[in-house]
């Protein structure tokens, strides 16, 4: 079985919905997923200095952790041996059957977005070639610099960019059509369904309250 890990670095208080969203990641492990949850913002600072060698003398900012997505492959280097694949997401996410939308063939990055890479789901070939892609972005180390606690969306960009260049991509979209609108969401015999027609994932970012009544393994 090909084995992923999903690294999520988060900071602060977590979220109302947290047990649904394990629950829901703990049915993904019988298609090889695991994940990596890492809350201490001290010391992803320290890793950042220890593995990158930059921003020894900024501050740790909450809202760093989304800039360094693309190096989550040396940070985590130890984590991810034995592993096929890594990769990031979000809380603020519901996962059906992903099995069923996983891309065939020897692809070296997946995004379902079909334009950038998707902060809410990217997985990563384990290899060194891409674990250090972001080195081929031209002024990586200011372009992650944290500014004010706010992510500088150089990812979707520069980042993305790169991607294109340089890797072997695949950018999807099988997302809810509507990030404001769930009432036609449901969760049923490991599928989700969208008003009956069955994505890959929900992304509430603007919601921020868990989008089912209940969650159904």
Known sequence: MTKRLFIIPWFGPYPDWLDQW????????????DYLIFSNLKLFHQRIYKKLGIFPDVKPETGMAWDFRPMLGVLYEEEIRGYDYWGHTDFDCVYGDVEKWTPDGDWEIWSNHNTYICGPWTLYKNIEKINKLYLECPGWRELSKPKNGQPTSWVEQEFSDVVRLKANYIYTKYQQKDSRDFSGLEYKDGR???????IMMAHFRHRKTYPLDRYLI
Do not use: F, R, S, T
Not at 22 to 33: F, H, I
């Open 192 to 198: 989700l369904l969208d008003g009956g027609d069955e």
């Open 22 to 33: 394990v629950a829901n990641m703990e049915v993904l492990k019988k298609y090889g997923y």
